[in-house]
């Protein structure tokens, strides 16, 4: 699925997130960014050791924030280390702190001049964010940050994991035909 907002191209794929060929990709990661497992995983042992030595010396990240580090031996030049929140039933901020994941990884590759990312669903691994309630944040902020925010994106990928669950699609899909359905009420 592909749609074009503003001067932007927003892709729906799937695939593997450290096979992508884009100025950057983001990981869901830990917030001490240690080696997840997950996308966290496949990026460091597909980038290689400087990823992590990289994330090492920066030594953390809040939850809801984001940090770039080295491509190391990925296609991409970039990870943007994105730190979604814990499912705890929805009680505690997590809607809040996902749109925050993916609204800081949106401005720190704007604030690093690139032109385009590919983003996983954040959160929905490791971490148990319902892919049902994930998609329709991910969309929306996304879509948000391409209309309002400040940035020279080209291409944004959302990147979803087939082998993971073969729902994400489809529920990624349908949320993002909701909000662009909604937006031209």
């Not at 990661?29 to 966290?40: C, F, Q, S, V, Y």
């Not at 800081?104 to 604030?111: K, N």
Request: aromatic fraction near 6%; charge should be negative.
């Amino acid at each position: 699925m592909e749609t074009k907002i503003g001067k932007t191209v927003l892709r729906l794929v799937t695939g593997d997130i450290a096979e992508q060929d884009t100025d950057a990709v983001v990981t869901a990661a830990h917030w001490r960014l240690n080696k997840g497992a997950g996308t966290d995983g496949t990026i460091h042992t597909k980038g290689g050791p400087q990823i992590y030595e990289e994330c090492r010396k920066i030594g953390g990240c809040p939850i809801g924030d984001a940090v770039i580090t080295t491509g190391g031996n990925l296609k991409a030049r970039h990870v943007i280390h994105a730190v979604g929140p814990v499912w705890r039933g929805g009680d505690e901020d997590e809607p809040e702190l996902l749109v925050s994941a993916y609204r800081r990884s949106l401005e720190v590759a704007a604030e690093n001049n690139l032109r385009s990312i590919s983003i996983p669903s954040i959160s929905t691994g490791a971490f148990g964010y319902p892919l049902k309630l994930a998609a329709p944040v991910a969309m929306k902020t996304i879509v948000d940050f391409l209309k309002n925010g400040r940035h020279d994106l080209g291409e944004v990928r959302m990147v979803l994991y087939q082998r993971e669950d073969d729902r994400a699609y489809p529920l990624f899909a349908a949320a993002l035909e909701q909000i662009l359905g909604d937006e031209k009420r």
